[in-house]
């Protein structure tokens, strides 16, 4: 840390991303990241555009933003195109949370929300989870915050209803309400639906997860025209040019090949029911997912131990070292074939 930065900062504890390993090949199930390639219309898009590269990209999204509102059966101007989700939620704090409007979200969930929060200034409450990890809805009833969920959460994996969400939004009609759809396609229900009679709920989506482009980076929020005027407030006031052509082309590209991104959810989710049964069997605790991961603990090992002895075998998961959760650990649905090898070092482990 040099003496110049600004004071502000000196508590700032910035995310900790999954481990992005060089060293060795793993199999990699530690970043929720898609086993399958994008789309070869993406591929193909992405390379195209790239012959292009001289020029700056089109403002505002280009045609992704028009195609993302029809895909989703909103008006354009109802949709804001970010460099993945990870800056529209940043953007949200940006815009909307401060000193005079603190934010709230759970113990157990995506970490990024505090560290916007502490990156932006904004006081926070949080909201623990149930004995279970379930976020029982009453406890955001009339809190006068704006609230950050992921739907389904991570890591847990679960998810809450459509009808909760309607409740959570119109008892706080004076903040805002972030539904995270990060892991929306693998079993979750979207929020979209509910912003023409919710004025103060914004959706957040990824192509990251199901589309298969976490390399691209790009996210989208979704809210009233007024909400996304307002994030293009920020947009502009930050870096107008915020998505490559490459990525926008590739996002483009991926949106049109809605089969494939459909194939590879439904392939990811009976893996995840298969896995989930397996892991039940060697004893294993599995909480109920509706996302693209499990989140598990055993009695026989803690999640520490298991997490670095099957890294030793050359197979990435996630821990998190944090209260309450410090038994489990968190297994990204990789193909049919690394799971396998999974399950046969998790068992050997146990054994
Ligand atoms: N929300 C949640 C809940 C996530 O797990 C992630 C991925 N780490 C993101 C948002 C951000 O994803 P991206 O920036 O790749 O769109």
């Known amino acids: 840390m040099s003496r110049f930065l600004r004071d502000e900062l000196l508590g700032l504890a910035p995310y900790t991303p999954g481990e992005q390993p060089s060293e060795r090949k793993y199999i990699k199930l530690n970043t929720n990241e898609s086993p399958f390639p994008p789309s070869q219309k993406a591929v193909a898009a992405a390379a195209e555009a790239a012959k292009s590269l001289q020029l700056y990209p089109p403002l505002d999204g280009g045609e992704l933003r028009l195609k993302l509102a029809e895909h989703l059966g909103v008006s354009y101007e109802q949709v804001a195109v970010t460099n993945g989700s990870d800056e529209a939620l940043n953007f949200i704090f940006k815009a909307f949370c401060g000193k005079s409007s603190p934010a709230a979200f759970a113990d157990i969930t995506y970490g990024f929300y505090k560290v916007f929060a502490g990156l932006n200034g904004v006081p926070f409450d949080i909201i623990p989870l149930r004995e279970d990890f379930r976020l029982a809805p009453e406890d955001y009833f009339g809190i006068d915050r704006n609230i950050f969920i992921a739907n389904p959460n991570a890591p847990t994996g679960l998810k809450i209803s459509l009808s909760?969400?309607?409740?959570?939004?119109?008892?706080?009609?004076?903040?805002?309400?972030?539904?995270?759809?990060?892991?929306?396609?693998?079993?979750?229900?979207?929020?979209?639906?509910?912003?023409?009679?919710?004025?103060?709920?914004?959706?957040?989506?990824?192509?990251?997860?199901?589309?298969?482009?976490?390399?691209?980076?790009?996210?989208?929020?979704?809210?009233?025209?007024?909400?996304?005027?307002?994030?293009?407030?920020?947009?502009?006031?930050?870096?107008?040019?915020?998505?490559?052509?490459?990525?926008?082309?590739?996002?483009?590209?991926?949106?049109?090949?809605?089969?494939?991104?459909?194939?590879?959810?439904?392939?990811?989710?009976?893996?995840?029911?298969?896995?989930?049964?397996?892991?039940?069997?060697?004893?294993?605790?599995?909480?109920?997912?509706?996302?693209?991961?499990?989140?598990?603990?055993?009695?026989?090992?803690?999640?520490?131990?298991?997490?670095?002895?099957?890294?030793?075998?050359?197979?990435?998961?996630?821990?998190?070292?944090?209260?309450?959760?410090?038994?489990?650990?968190?297994?990204?649905?990789?193909?049919?074939?690394?799971?396998?090898?999974?399950?046969?070092?998790?068992?050997?482990?146990?054994?």
């Open 164 to 351: 909760d969400i309607e409740k959570i939004a119109s008892s706080n009609p004076d903040k805002i309400t972030v539904i995270d759809e990060a892991y929306v396609d693998f079993g979750g229900e979207s929020a979209v639906p509910l912003i023409s009679a919710h004025p103060n709920l914004i959706v957040v989506q990824t192509f990251s997860k199901s589309r298969s482009l976490a390399g691209a980076r790009v996210g989208f929020a979704v809210a009233s025209p007024e909400i996304i005027a307002d994030l293009y407030r920020i947009i502009y006031s930050t870096n107008p040019y915020n998505l490559s052509r490459t990525n926008l082309a590739a996002a483009l590209g991926a949106l049109s090949d809605g089969d494939y991104t459909l194939s590879n959810c439904k392939k990811i989710i009976r893996t995840r029911e298969r896995v989930a049964g397996e892991l039940k069997k060697l004893g294993f605790r599995v909480l109920e997912s509706s996302s693209n991961f499990l989140f598990a603990s055993s009695p026989k090992i803690g999640g520490k131990q298991l997490y670095s002895r099957l890294k030793s075998e050359g197979i990435l998961i996630r821990h998190f070292d944090s209260p309450r959760i410090s038994d489990f650990v968190r297994i990204t649905i990789g193909s049919d074939g690394e799971m396998d090898e999974f399950l046969k070092a998790a068992a050997k482990i146990l054994d």
